[in-house]
Nanobody, 121 residues
């Protein structure tokens, strides 16, 4: 019953900015970590950034200094602020969360459906 829903994708010009959101719903004890992956045409899915419950972040080298990931632990919502976008950022962006439903159960991975980000030259 855990569901991840992404929003905020779209078309943006190179150098522009975009914010993606991921809302997590369902029976949840904890989410750790939660993050963003992306997949461009003909490419493998790659980690963009993730963040732990305590706020520790991890970024792909290609987005360091341009993207900022954050989370609202009350709303169970994930964000990524994407600045100085480049055409090579064009991809489908997927929200990922490792969820523990109860204090006594193990983790399970969940994925959103993805949202398209297209950066034009």
């Amino acid at each position: 019953q855990v569901q991840l829903v992404e929003s905020g994708g779209g078309l943006v010009r190179a150098g522009g900015s975009l914010r993606l959101s991921c809302a997590v719903s369902g029976s949840i004890f904890s989410i750790n970590p939660i993050g963003w992956y992306r997949q461009a045409p003909g490419k493998q899915r790659e980690l963009v950034a993730d963040i732990t419950r305590g706020g520790s972040t991890n970024y792909a080298d290609s987005v360091k200094g341009r993207f900022t990931i954050s989370r609202d632990n009350v709303k169970n919502t994930l964000y990524v602020y994407m600045n100085s976008l480049k055409p090579e950022d064009t991809a489908v962006y997927y929200c990922y969360a490792r969820v523990r439903k109860t204090i006594s159960t193990g983790n399970r991975d969940y994925w959103g459906q993805g949202t398209q980000v297209t950066v034009s030259s």
